[in-house]
């Protein structure tokens, strides 16, 4: 079972791939931590990739596509990998179909956690902390109480509207870019879209079902 994972920020795609490696032990495979992992080990491509890394430009695809060719090549790995964060862009998933094929591998499905850009901007805007205690409140979602003694409004503090704007935009880019990657895996037959807006536990349910209903897969 070879997972691809996407979902854009504040959707819980962290917390899901945590529970799903957990329940069906995969390993997680994220670019960053694999560029990190060869730069620390001084390999001859680790010691590339930190000249490059350091002259602040961006791994090449070439590059990373290299890392995750060594990656899936391992037994240990093989058919448990979950992509978090890869492919990012249509040649590397072409890519990633080539390397998984050339170990007799393949991608067994593509889970998108959903959630409207309006979802993200009430948990975001309606987000706020008590200064006095630290307790986090959301006014749409979770209420601070009224007439705490505590928690009264004066003492809520809330995000400027600059990060809220900023989080909007990260939102925004995010599913502009994966659009055409997602149509890739559709049309492939891959793609299951799951209610990221539901709670934790019925998504964590609902993806379960899926990965469950997956044949071959014991
Ligand atoms: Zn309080």
């Given amino acids: ?20 490696v957990k329940k069906y032990n995969l390993f997680q495979l994220s670019t960053g931590d694999l560029l990190r992992q060869e730069i620390k080990n001084k390999s001859e491509i ?12 961006l791994v090449s695809d070439d590059i990373v596509s290299k890392l995750i060719d060594h990656f899936v090549s391992k ?12 492919p990012r862009n249509i040649s590397q998933a072409e890519n990633l179909n080539i390397v998984l094929n050339k170990y007799n591998q ?8 959903t959630v409207s850009q309006n979802i993200i901007k009430k948990r ?34 809330k995000r400027g509207d600059d990060t809220i704007d900023i989080a909007i935009k990260r939102f925004d880019t995010y599913e502009n870019e ?8 559709r049309k492939m037959n891959l793609l299951k879209e799951v209610n990221g ?8 349910d609902e993806i379960s079902e899926i990965i469950d209903s997956i044949e071959g897969w014991l």
Avoid: H, W
């Fill in 1 to 20: 079972m070879n997972i691809v994972i996407f979902g854009p920020p504040g959707a819980g795609k962290g917390t899901q791939s945590e529970f799903i």
């Fill in 46 to 57: 680790g010691l590339k990739i930190g000249s490059i890394v350091n002259a602040g430009s």
């Fill in 75 to 86: 037994d240990l790995y093989r058919n448990k990998i979950i992509f978090d964060g890869y």
């Fill in 106 to 113: 393949k991608i067994d499905v593509v889970l998108k956690l």
């Fill in 124 to 157: 975001i805007s309606g987000r706020s902390v008590c200064s006095m205690c630290g307790k986090i409140y959301n006014e749409f979602f979770n209420p601070a109480p009224l007439n705490a003694e505590c928690c009264a409004s004066k003492f809520l503090q």
């Fill in 178 to 185: 994966t659009k055409p990657i997602l149509n890739f895996y």
């Fill in 197 to 204: 807006e539901s709670k934790i536990d019925q998504i964590y």
